[in-house]
T-cell receptor, first 115, second 112 residues
């Protein structure tokens, strides 16, 4: 099974600050995604992290607010910039392996609380 | 784009009874339908999936059925146990897409 390490697991942040979340995978993956899950809600795709190029953002999410890096096939970061209380949420890294199209594996998530 | 509707939003069953959760999708070309289970405070985990060339798939107490004509698929859990209590999400993968579209989730409570 996939081993996806995500950190921090949780953090409490002050309004206006930025936080970077890291996602490390145990082996090379074809696709890496970042999701947001607000309390009691479903999973909303923020963006697809593309290796060596700019991420592909979904409607409602912009690079200035959620810059993403993916320098290689096993690592990605998501930054939540200039945070406000509305950004309080769980942020999940997910990956898809080449051998199973569509099947997503999720990291443990990073629970952010913005005061 | 693809739209996935999931019902019910909450479901309570007695231990030992069966539970059924239903989802409908809008893109007739969708070809992959996974179900995820998310326990409180944990990550979503894939529990079963089905591809469009199959009508039913079983794994012990859980099964998924797919009706392509009606564009709906269902999760069936038999002989429910308290550890089945969780939020279940259905999802759909559109043809030519690499992104899953998730339903809004069903909170299942199994009462001992």
């Amino acid at each position: 099974s996939a081993v996806i390490s995500q950190k921090p697991s949780r953090d409490i942040c002050q309004r206006g600050t930025s936080l970077t979340i890291q996602c490390q995978v145990d082996s090379q993956v074809t696709m890496m995604f970042w999701y947001r899950q607000q309390p009691g809600q479903s999973l909303t795709l923020i963006a697809t992290a593309n290796q060596g190029s700019e991420a592909t953002y979904e409607s409602g999410f912009v690079i200035d607010k959620f810059p993403i890096s993916r320098p290689n096939l096993t690592f990605s970061t998501l930054t939540v910039s200039n945070m406000s209380p509305e950004d309080s949420s769980i942020y999940l890294c997910s990956v898809e392996y080449q051998y199973s199209t569509g099947e997503l594996f999720f990291g443990e998530g990073s629970r952010l609380t913005v005061l | 784009g693809e739209n996935v509707e999931q019902h019910p939003s909450t479901l309570s069953v007695q231990e030992g009874d069966s539970a059924v959760i239903k989802c409908t999708y809008s893109d007739s070309a969708s070809n992959y339908f996974p179900w995820y289970k998310q326990e409180l405070g944990k990550r979503p985990q894939l529990i079963i999936d089905i591809r469009s060339n199959v009508g039913e798939k079983k794994d012990q107490r859980i099964a998924v059925t797919l009706n392509k004509t009606a564009k709906h698929f269902s999760l069936h859990i038999t002989e429910t146990q308290p550890e089945d209590s969780a939020v279940y999400f259905c999802a759909s993968l559109g043809a030519g897409s690499y992104q899953l579209t998730f339903g809004k989730g069903t909170k299942l409570s199994v009462i001992p």
